[in-house]
């Protein structure tokens, strides 16, 4: 009985513990609003740069802001539709003008985007199979997407020079594919001339999008299609084009929404004073802000603009979600 009496002894006369310092999980209220802090300078940031502009843009768009209120532009007077409607009524000259910018925009996007498809998939397969350097080639491949936008399209300029460019020393003067040597900056090969630095530019994001899918496709798969058969031809198309159809999705409409948007290309390649044969929409609509100092008609055809794209990303999304389900 005393044993027991000096054994609970010390346990009575043990001092509790002391409280551990409360840590993050120990805290609901910092829980709670810890990820809208992390998420505040991106959202603040967010306001600042696009969603704020955008608005005074649209703002604009419904007020005759001309060069006599640049000054005071919040005294211009409202305009209410009129801008949208002098921007599509097709009979004036500047409707007309927007009309044919937005057939070169869609024609430019549609090319640019097949070819920079096509050129991303077959390089992206052909690097696929293990060979030696085939790190290197896909590093040289990789520079004109590292490469910064501005100094690539100002190679591209001087190369397309008429007299003095490596364009046409080749194929004048080396291959004799031409007795006189064209102009690639100005008329009609300044469409051939947008196309192909713009190709040239996004080429390799698709072969970068592509080869990291190829990547999740097991190679067991090719492996036991070649033992029954199968050639690389039929192999892509029941293997690889099915696996990477959720990549190409989103691929195909992020290079439509970048080309057709495509302000950078023509305004170094061109300069000011664009050639019809590649006057982008985009350009188009800096031109008839910043030549004609109406910002107003300007704010209206980019207004026009967003909605078109808002209007093609819906219909795209639903048309490609509507085939997900069937299949």
């Known amino acids: ?3 027991a009496t000096s054994e609970a002894r010390p346990a009575a006369q043990a001092k509790p513990a002391k409280n551990k310092k409360r840590g993050p999980e120990h805290r609901p209220g910092l829980n709670r609003w810890l990820p809208y802090l992390l998420l505040a300078p991106a959202v603040l940031a967010e306001l600042l740069i696009h969603i704020v502009p955008m608005f005074v843009g649209i703002w604009m768009s419904f007020v005759k802001l001309t ?3 640049i000054a005071n532009w919040s005294a211009a007077p409202s305009a209410g539709l009129n801008n949208y409607k002098v921007a599509l009524d097709f009979n004036n000259a500047v409707g007309e003008g927007l009309l044919k910018s937005f057939g070169v925009t869609v024609a430019f996007s549609l090319i640019t985007v097949g070819l920079s498809w096509v050129f991303g998939m077959a390089a992206a397969v052909a690097l696929q199979p293990q060979f ?3 790190s290197l080639v896909r590093t040289l491949f990789l520079v004109p997407y590292a490469l910064p936008a501005y100094a690539g399209i100002l190679t591209w300029n001087f190369m397309l020079q008429r007299d003095t460019g490596v364009v046409n020393h080749v194929l004048v003067d080396n291959l004799h594919l031409s007795s006189d040597r064209p102009f690639w900056l100005i008329g009609s090969n300044a469409l051939v001339s947008l196309i192909t630095v713009a190709t040239w530019k996004l080429w390799t994001f698709a072969f970068l999008t592509l080869m990291a ?3 999740s496709i ?3 798969v ?3 299609a070649a033992v029954d058969g ?4 039929r192999q892509w198309r029941n293997i690889t084009l099915p696996s990477l159809r959720p990549v190409n999705l989103v691929l195909v409409l992020v290079l439509f929404l970048w080309t057709f948007s495509d302000f950078n290309t023509p305004y170094v390649l061109f300069g000011t004073a664009q050639p019809p044969a590649g006057d982008l929409i985009t350009f188009h609509i800096y031109n008839a802000s910043f030549l004609t100092w109406n910002f107003g008609t300007g704010a209206a055809m980019s207004v026009l603009l967003l909605i078109f794209l808002m209007i093609v990303t819906g219909a795209y999304l639903l048309i490609t979600g509507r085939r997900s389900r069937r299949a």
Request: no cysteine; aromatic share 14%.
């Open 1 to 3: 009985m005393s044993v």
């Open 67 to 69: 060069k006599f209120y």
């Open 132 to 134: 030696r350097g085939r």
């Open 213 to 215: 899918g190829l990547q």
């Open 218 to 220: 097991p190679r067991d």
């Open 222 to 224: 090719y492996e036991a």
């Open 230 to 233: 199968a050639g690389n031809l």
